[in-house]
């Protein structure tokens, strides 16, 4: 069975410092991968995603980035960390467009 | 451009008080209709995909209903266990992204 892993599970970084944050896939392959971000009230906001490795599209103009490195993996970084990227990140997987989202467990980031 | 209504934004029952969440929607040419539930602090899980007007699909005490233009889950006789956020989304045929709607927050008091 196919699961979704994505780490950690909380964070609690200072402004400007660097941020990595990694989801990866398991039995499965060539999986549709995403980004998004949740903030508090509001809905999901689409960061990024990748039909492929090394193919990411970019979803909202920001300081954050997203790689894939591997088929299965898919990171999301930052060089200097801003207060508003504070939120619940989540990472999800699909097998292709018309199916559902297996999402992550998310993880949340406070920026202090 | 693709949007997704849903309503009512909260909704408090007792247990056992069935009752409609409602997810209105446009989309040129509709590839897939999904409800989630989120639980707080958690990730969303999937629950149905509806693909065309007519369409139900059951899980326990949930049941999804589409037509052209909305979705309903009906739930019957809640338990406080079905309190979470229900999130709907709706993907375009040819796009890789779907729409998501604000969610409604649902409470189930015992």
Request: glycine fraction near 10%; charge should be neutral.
């Amino acid at each position: 069975s196919q699961t979704i892993h994505q780490w950690p599970a909380t964070l609690v970084q200072p402004v400007g410092s660097p941020l990595s944050l990694e989801c990866t896939v398991e039995g499965t392959s060539n999986p549709n991968l995403y980004w998004y971000r949740q903030a508090a009230g509001r809905g999901l906001q689409l960061l990024f995603y990748s039909v492929g490795i090394g193919q990411i599209s970019s979803e909202v103009p920001q300081n954050l980035s997203a790689s894939r490195p591997q088929d299965r993996q898919f990171i999301l970084s930052s060089k200097k960390l801003l207060l508003s990227d504070s939120g619940f990140y989540l990472c999800a997987w699909t097998g292709g467009a018309g199916y559902g989202y297996t999402f992550g467990s998310g993880t949340r980031l406070t920026v202090v | 451009e693709d949007q997704v209504t849903q309503s009512p934004e909260a909704l408090r029952l007792q247990e056992g008080e069935s009752s409609s969440l409602n997810c209105s929607y446009t989309v040129s040419g509709l590839r897939g209709l999904f409800w989630y539930r989120q639980d707080p602090g958690k990730g969303p899980e999937f629950l149905f995909t509806l693909y065309s007007a007519g369409e139900e699909k059951e899980k326990e005490r949930l049941k999804a209903t589409l037509t052209k233009k909305e979705s309903f889950l009906h739930i019957t006789a809640p338990k406080p266990e079905d309190s979470a956020t229900y999130l709907c989304a709706v993907q375009a045929g040819g796009s890789y992204i779907p729409t998501f709607g604000r969610g409604t927050s649902l409470i189930v008091h015992p």
